[in-house]
Protein backbone atom coordinates (compact mmCIF):
# COMPACT_ATOMS: atom_id res chain seq x y z
CA UNK A 1 0.00 0.00 0.00
CA UNK A 2 3.16 2.74 0.89
CA UNK A 3 4.70 1.73 -2.48
CA UNK A 4 1.25 2.15 -4.43
CA UNK A 5 0.79 6.06 -2.45
CA UNK A 6 4.42 6.85 -3.26
CA UNK A 7 3.88 5.58 -7.01
CA UNK A 8 0.53 7.72 -7.03
CA UNK A 9 2.55 10.90 -5.75
CA UNK A 10 4.81 10.78 -8.35
CA UNK A 11 2.50 10.03 -11.27
CA UNK A 12 0.34 12.66 -10.40
CA UNK A 13 2.48 15.38 -8.53
CA UNK A 14 0.29 15.61 -5.93
CA UNK A 15 0.69 16.11 -2.48
CA UNK A 16 -0.94 13.03 -0.49
CA UNK A 17 -1.42 15.23 3.17
CA UNK A 18 -2.24 18.47 1.56
CA UNK A 19 -4.15 20.53 -1.42
CA UNK A 20 -0.81 21.71 -2.87
CA UNK A 21 0.88 20.37 -5.95
CA UNK A 22 4.28 18.77 -4.98
CA UNK A 23 6.31 15.82 -5.69
CA UNK A 24 7.36 13.02 -3.28
CA UNK A 25 9.87 10.51 -2.82
CA UNK A 26 10.27 7.80 -0.44
CA UNK A 27 12.79 7.69 2.00
CA UNK A 28 12.19 4.72 4.34
CA UNK A 29 9.43 2.18 4.93
CA UNK A 30 7.49 4.69 7.34
CA UNK A 31 6.70 7.12 4.55
CA UNK A 32 7.87 9.69 1.92
CA UNK A 33 9.13 13.25 1.90
CA UNK A 34 8.82 16.32 -0.58
CA UNK A 35 11.35 16.41 -3.37
CA UNK A 36 12.90 20.30 -2.74
CA UNK A 37 12.71 22.88 -5.74
CA UNK A 38 14.67 25.49 -6.24
CA UNK A 39 12.41 28.59 -6.07
CA UNK A 40 14.91 30.38 -8.16
CA UNK A 41 14.67 28.22 -11.26
CA UNK A 42 12.31 25.62 -10.72
CA UNK A 43 14.71 23.11 -11.05
CA UNK A 44 14.82 19.80 -8.70
CA UNK A 45 17.13 20.57 -5.88
CA UNK A 46 19.71 17.21 -6.38
CA UNK A 47 23.13 15.63 -5.46
CA UNK A 48 25.03 13.48 -7.90
CA UNK A 49 25.41 10.04 -6.68
CA UNK A 50 29.70 10.18 -5.71
CA UNK A 51 28.03 12.67 -3.36
CA UNK A 52 25.35 10.88 -1.89
CA UNK A 53 27.97 8.22 -0.96
CA UNK A 54 29.86 10.54 0.63
CA UNK A 55 26.98 11.21 2.80
CA UNK A 56 26.21 7.68 3.40
CA UNK A 57 30.02 7.22 5.10
CA UNK A 58 31.26 5.55 2.02
CA UNK A 59 33.88 7.80 0.55
CA UNK A 60 37.31 7.76 1.04
CA UNK A 61 40.58 9.72 0.51
CA UNK A 62 44.60 9.93 1.02
CA UNK A 63 46.61 12.78 -0.06
CA UNK A 64 50.45 12.26 0.03
CA UNK A 65 53.48 14.59 -0.64
CA UNK A 66 57.24 13.60 -1.22
CA UNK A 67 60.48 14.30 -2.63
CA UNK A 68 62.20 11.24 -4.48
CA UNK A 69 65.45 11.32 -5.85
CA UNK A 70 66.37 11.05 -9.59
CA UNK A 71 65.66 7.76 -11.22
CA UNK A 72 63.97 6.73 -8.42
CA UNK A 73 60.44 5.24 -7.85
CA UNK A 74 57.52 5.31 -5.48
CA UNK A 75 55.09 2.43 -5.09
CA UNK A 76 51.75 2.94 -3.32
CA UNK A 77 49.58 -0.49 -3.01
CA UNK A 78 46.29 -0.84 -2.60
CA UNK A 79 44.42 -3.72 -1.68
CA UNK A 80 41.34 -4.42 -2.16
CA UNK A 81 38.88 -6.25 -0.13
CA UNK A 82 37.05 -9.32 -0.56
CA UNK A 83 33.56 -7.35 0.57
CA UNK A 84 30.86 -7.14 -2.11
CA UNK A 85 31.70 -3.40 -2.46
CA UNK A 86 33.22 -2.05 -5.07
CA UNK A 87 35.88 0.30 -4.88
CA UNK A 88 35.15 3.21 -7.44
CA UNK A 89 38.77 5.06 -7.70
CA UNK A 90 40.14 8.54 -9.77
CA UNK A 91 43.43 10.05 -9.25
CA UNK A 92 45.43 12.84 -9.40
CA UNK A 93 49.04 13.66 -9.27
CA UNK A 94 51.12 16.25 -9.90
CA UNK A 95 55.29 16.77 -9.79
CA UNK A 96 57.99 19.58 -9.86
CA UNK A 97 59.36 17.92 -12.63
CA UNK A 98 59.21 15.23 -15.33
CA UNK A 99 57.85 11.70 -13.78
CA UNK A 100 56.05 8.72 -14.93
CA UNK A 101 53.20 7.66 -12.98
CA UNK A 102 51.79 3.95 -13.61
CA UNK A 103 49.24 1.63 -12.36
CA UNK A 104 49.63 -1.80 -12.32
CA UNK A 105 46.99 -4.33 -11.86
CA UNK A 106 46.71 -7.82 -9.71
CA UNK A 107 50.71 -7.33 -8.89
CA UNK A 108 52.76 -9.39 -6.69
CA UNK A 109 53.71 -7.84 -3.93
CA UNK A 110 57.29 -9.23 -1.96
CA UNK A 111 56.37 -6.65 0.92
CA UNK A 112 53.67 -4.18 1.12
CA UNK A 113 55.39 -1.31 3.14
CA UNK A 114 54.16 0.57 5.42
CA UNK A 115 50.43 1.10 5.93
CA UNK A 116 49.10 4.44 6.08
CA UNK A 117 45.96 6.02 7.20
CA UNK A 118 42.81 6.06 4.61
CA UNK A 119 40.56 8.73 5.95
CA UNK A 120 36.53 9.14 5.47
CA UNK A 121 35.29 12.03 4.15
CA UNK A 122 32.55 12.39 6.34
CA UNK A 123 34.53 13.01 9.12
CA UNK A 124 31.44 12.01 11.36
CA UNK A 125 30.90 8.70 10.31
CA UNK A 126 32.20 5.52 11.81
CA UNK A 127 33.02 3.75 8.98
CA UNK A 128 36.07 1.89 7.34
CA UNK A 129 37.28 1.23 3.97
CA UNK A 130 37.31 -2.00 3.17
CA UNK A 131 41.08 -1.48 1.33
CA UNK A 132 44.51 -1.54 3.33
CA UNK A 133 46.95 1.10 1.27
CA UNK A 134 50.40 1.34 1.85
CA UNK A 135 53.49 3.41 0.77
CA UNK A 136 57.21 1.93 -0.01
CA UNK A 137 56.04 -1.51 -1.52
CA UNK A 138 58.50 -4.03 -2.58
CA UNK A 139 56.65 -5.23 -6.12
CA UNK A 140 58.32 -8.66 -8.11
CA UNK A 141 55.39 -9.00 -10.64
CA UNK A 142 53.92 -5.82 -11.92
CA UNK A 143 50.88 -7.05 -13.78
CA UNK A 144 48.91 -5.62 -15.97
CA UNK A 145 49.63 -1.91 -17.14
CA UNK A 146 46.42 -0.19 -16.71
CA UNK A 147 47.59 3.29 -16.85
CA UNK A 148 51.20 5.19 -17.90
CA UNK A 149 50.99 8.96 -18.27
CA UNK A 150 53.78 11.80 -18.05
CA UNK A 151 53.62 14.49 -15.60
CA UNK A 152 55.86 17.60 -14.48
CA UNK A 153 56.83 21.28 -14.34
CA UNK A 154 53.78 21.57 -11.89
CA UNK A 155 51.23 19.93 -14.07
CA UNK A 156 49.26 16.91 -12.88
CA UNK A 157 47.27 13.92 -14.52
CA UNK A 158 43.74 12.95 -13.59
CA UNK A 159 41.48 15.08 -11.59
CA UNK A 160 38.91 16.05 -14.16
CA UNK A 161 35.16 13.99 -14.02
CA UNK A 162 34.54 11.12 -12.79
CA UNK A 163 32.71 9.57 -15.64
CA UNK A 164 35.86 9.39 -17.39
CA UNK A 165 38.54 9.02 -14.79
CA UNK A 166 36.87 5.99 -12.66
CA UNK A 167 38.24 2.49 -12.27
CA UNK A 168 36.44 0.36 -11.03
CA UNK A 169 38.69 -2.17 -9.28
CA UNK A 170 38.31 -5.81 -8.68
CA UNK A 171 37.94 -7.05 -5.27
CA UNK A 172 40.48 -8.95 -3.40
CA UNK A 173 43.37 -7.32 -5.88
CA UNK A 174 46.55 -5.47 -5.55
CA UNK A 175 46.95 -2.37 -7.10
CA UNK A 176 50.64 -0.77 -7.38
CA UNK A 177 50.32 3.07 -8.19
CA UNK A 178 54.18 4.15 -9.06
CA UNK A 179 55.40 7.58 -9.52
CA UNK A 180 58.90 7.18 -11.01
CA UNK A 181 61.30 10.56 -11.44
CA UNK A 182 62.14 10.54 -14.78
CA UNK A 183 64.33 14.45 -13.80
CA UNK A 184 68.53 14.51 -13.33
CA UNK A 185 67.60 15.90 -9.94
CA UNK A 186 65.28 15.17 -6.65
CA UNK A 187 61.99 16.73 -7.05
CA UNK A 188 58.59 16.48 -5.21
CA UNK A 189 55.35 14.92 -6.14
CA UNK A 190 51.50 15.06 -4.91
CA UNK A 191 49.21 12.12 -5.35
CA UNK A 192 45.78 12.03 -4.53
CA UNK A 193 43.39 9.42 -4.33
CA UNK A 194 39.46 9.33 -3.68
CA UNK A 195 37.48 6.74 -3.66
CA UNK A 196 33.75 5.25 -2.58
CA UNK A 197 32.85 2.13 -1.95
CA UNK A 198 29.71 0.17 -3.37
CA UNK A 199 27.98 -2.76 -3.41
CA UNK A 200 26.05 -3.40 -7.21
CA UNK A 201 22.27 -3.57 -7.26
CA UNK A 202 22.25 -5.72 -10.28
Known sequence: MKKLIFILCLLLSTNCYANTRAIYGHVSEDGVRPILIDK???????IDFEHHELHEGNAYFFDGFADLGAGNDRDHTITTGSSPKLTHLIYEVSAEAEHTFTIFENCTVLNDGTVIPIFNHDRTSSN???????????????????IQEKVGSG????????????????????????????ASTTSWHDIELDWYEHESKN
Open 155 to 182: NKIGGGTRGSMELILLPNTKYTLRVSND
Open 40 to 46: LSGSLEI
Open 128 to 146: VSNNTLSEDSTITVEGTVL
